[in-house]
């Protein structure tokens, strides 16, 4: 018998740089962490639960995710991305930038009013004040992603001579929040138990460009 001892696993240091590189076994991984982070939440989730519920060995979850904050980023990334693609095609794809903003807002708010999207900012909130890092991280690679893209379309569309406005970074910062007024916070504090209706939406969404164009349409002359 060898008297060699056995090597104990470790996670690797935050600096390592991440090898795992097969894109279905990353795939299959997030698939498992979704299970496990919506049925149990953050906390109570563990690095154990995910690999059992992937089917992977815990050793591979390492090479693949250095730690529990940084999967889980991945996976709010990876589905938040999946569904707000089509919300920021409507912006490129219709010329009509009213009929546009229509449809980019509806897109916009189906996403954020979604049970997961919901689920994924009251587990964020409730631990970015222990894990900062967290929290900005969700912050620059969802809501401030979002308001920088919307913000080039509107300069886009300045440039066309269809709106007049001397911050865009700003414009589309007020543009998102029309969007989501009375519709998104009662969801994130579980006022309401269920997503609006698509009739609720399309009501919000249409006072909400319409205010918009009110105010950022060019003065006929």
């Known amino acids: 018998m060898s008297d060699i001892a056995e090597p104990i696993l470790k996670p690797p240091s935050r600096n390592r740089r991440i090898a795992g590189g097969d894109p279905d076994k990353r795939r299959q ?41 940084h999967l889980f980023v991945a996976l709010i990334e990876r589905e938040r991305e999946i569904q707000r693609m089509g919300a920021f095609e409507a912006l490129n794809d219709d010329p009509d930038l009213a009929h546009a903003l229509t449809r980019f807002g509806e897109g916009l708010v189906r996403l954020l009013v979604s049970d997961f999207a919901v689920s994924a900012q009251r587990i964020v909130l409730g631990v970015a004040e222990r894990m900062p890092e967290l929290g900005r991280e969700f912050y620059e690679r969802g809501p401030m992603q979002g308001t920088q893209r919307l913000s080039a379309y509107l300069r886009r569309k300045r440039q066309e001579g269809l709106l007049s406005i001397d911050d865009p970074d700003l414009a589309a910062a007020q543009f998102l929040d029309l969007c989501q007024s009375t519709l998104v916070r009662p969801r994130l504090f579980n006022a309401d138990r269920f997503p609006p209706t698509q009739q609720d939406i399309r009501r919000v969404v249409a006072s909400a460009v319409a205010m918009f164009l009110a105010r950022y349409a060019p003065e006929r002359r």
């Open 29 to 69: 991984i997030l698939d498992g962490a979704l299970d496990v982070f919506m049925a149990r939440g953050f906390d109570a989730a563990s690095m154990s639960d995910i690999a059992t519920a992937a089917n992977v060995s815990k050793g591979t979850l390492y090479v693949y995710f250095e730690d529990k904050e």
